[in-house]
């Protein structure tokens, strides 16, 4: 089966990412990108994609839409695809504010639609396999986290949106919490201090008495840097293993994954648009109490 897709980004992870992985997909036709700007939808399109500069001409012509945009701007164009019937391949997180998540799922769920959020370590399988393998053993909590240092050199280091939203918690905390979340359950509680620059620290409580800590900054001098997951039971810890991500491959298969159900009439993942939405929730529970 190939499933039609519209791309709707024109930024540096529009292209170097959802326009390269999709345009060589064996399950999928990239009919076109859409941008804000004709011009930048222009240089984003592979070659032999179809630029458009009308949102509802491309949704004419596609199944499907792969997202590459800010959340703040994902959440309604979102929408506008879901309502549309066009199945979402979107990124994380999928909204910033609980009711605009809460509004794309009963859309989704209407609509009978296949979606997958794309947390990226979710689709890198040696650390699948340690999340489903840690969890099975019913963990009592876990630590992660991620000290990087985001400088001039990075394509993010511009982001309007991580600058405006704390970019360590909304960008980097998501990924973090795509893991806990399923190893742990539900939060129920949340406590947090914010450290230098955007370091935040949050201590969350899960259903059941689980605990799990979080560390995130995207400004830590090089030195500090450091990413880590680890989960701990029992049996004693149980540390995320070493592998290098590899994003094309990821993303290649988290199209796999999206393909196959589009074509199966599945309508469940386990990062699918309800996930996220959790996700969401989860995140604006840690901005209310970081203030």
């Not at 990239?30 to 491309?58: C, F, I, M």
């Not at 909590?141 to 511009?158: A, C, E, K, M, N």
């Not at 386990?270 to 970081?290: I, P, Q, S």
Request: proline content about 7%; some cysteine; aromatic content about 6%.
């Amino acid at each position: 089966m190939t499933v039609r897709v519209g791309l709707v980004g024109t930024g540096y992870w529009a292209r170097t990412v959802h326009a390269a992985g999709l345009a060589v997909h064996p399950d999928v036709e990239l009919v076109g990108v859409w941008g804000r700007s004709p011009e930048k939808a222009e240089a984003a399109a592979p070659a032999g994609v179809t630029p458009y500069d009308d949102l509802d001409a491309l949704l004419g012509q596609v199944d499907a839409v792969s997202f590459a945009v800010p959340p703040a701007a994902q959440a309604p164009l979102a929408l506008r695809a879901a309502e549309a019937g066009k199945h979402l391949f979107l990124e994380k997180p999928i909204a910033l504010d609980l009711a605009e998540a809460d509004r794309l799922v009963e859309v989704v769920e209407a609509r009978g639609l296949s979606t997958v959020v794309f947390f990226t370590q979710r689709f890198v399988p040696p650390w699948e396999e340690w999340l489903v393998a840690a969890t099975a053993t019913g963990p009592l909590g876990g630590h992660v986290d991620w000290l990087t240092s985001q400088g001039p050199d990075s394509p993010y280091f511009d982001s309007a949106w991580r600058r405006e939203k704390n970019g360590a918690l909304w960008d980097v905390g998501a990924h973090m919490l795509s893991q806990l979340l399923p190893a742990l359950g539900p939060v129920v509680e949340v406590a947090g201090a914010r450290g230098t620059g955007d370091l935040v620290h949050l201590v969350l409580t899960h259903e059941g008495g689980r605990t799990s800590t979080m560390s995130l900054s995207l400004s830590m001098p090089p030195g500090v840097v450091r990413v880590a997951v680890e989960l701990y039971g029992e049996q004693g810890w149980m540390p995320q293993p070493a592998h290098e991500r590899d994003l094309p491959d990821a993303h290649a298969r988290a199209v796999s994954e999206w393909v196959a159900n589009i074509g199966a009439g599945e309508t469940r993942h386990r990062c699918d648009v309800r996930f996220g939405r959790d996700v969401v929730e989860v995140l604006g529970r840690c901005a209310r109490v970081l203030g």
